[in-house]
């Protein structure tokens, strides 16, 4: 069974950074597409955060300038740079993921459906702006 464990949240000061990570294990899926979603008390989540197939970083207009996604294909690891956080960047975080047998998992899908398609989530990590 898939694993998926988000790690790096915690309190941070405004300005601050965070990197967060994801790690995917015990997975045998060629085909797959990882993603970061936020989802803070009393808000809409908000995400995908993803790696588009041409490399551009797709994220929201929210944190654009200040948020990037990368990943380590060889270790299956997606990781979210969070730079001049704000207090409204406070957020439980959670990496979430679709695994495919066959076929590629389109980026279109992924942007169109945005959490519908994603169906193995992990269990998130607390990020707290504050100062």
């Known amino acids: 069974q898939v694993h998926m464990e988000e790690s790096g949240g915690g309190p941070v000061r405004p300005g601050g950074s965070l990197r967060l990570s994801c790690i995917v294990s015990?997975?045998?899926?060629?085909?797959?597409?990882l993603s970061w979603f936020r989802h803070a008390p009393g808000k809409e989540r908000e995400g995908p955060a993803i790696i588009e197939d041409d490399g551009d970083i797709n994220v929201a207009d929210s944190v654009k300038g200040r948020f990037t996604v990368s990943q380590d294909y060889a270790k299956t690891t997606l990781y979210l740079q969070m730079d001049s956080l704000k207090a409204e960047d406070t957020a439980m975080y959670y990496c979430?993921?679709?695994?495919?047998?066959?076929?590629?998992?389109?980026?279109?899908?992924?942007?169109?459906?945005?959490?519908?398609?994603?169906?193995?989530w992990g269990q998130g990590t607390q990020v707290t702006v504050s100062s």
């Open positions: 015990r997975h045998t899926y060629t085909h797959y597409r």
């Open positions: 979430a993921a679709h695994f495919r047998e066959e076929g590629p998992c389109y980026i279109e899908d992924a942007l169109e459906r945005g959490a519908g398609f994603f169906y193995t």
